[in-house]
């Protein structure tokens, strides 16, 4: 792909599944509690 040619890439017809996450619905609502935590602790340690 990085050349121009995407018939290149060996990886074109390969789906890659989704991984299961608990909790959780698809739509990622827990990654800015999870910014924020990561936030606090390099703010306080």
């Not at 290149?8 to 800015?32: D, E, M, Y």
Request: charged share 20%; aromatic share 18%; glycine share 14%.
């Amino acid at each position: 792909m990085m050349d121009g040619r995407p018939e290149a890439n060996p990886w074109r017809g390969l789906g890659f599944p989704k991984v299961p996450v608990p909790f959780s619905n698809g739509t990622g609502w827990f990654l800015p509690f999870a910014g924020a935590h990561y936030k606090a602790k390099d703010r306080f340690s």
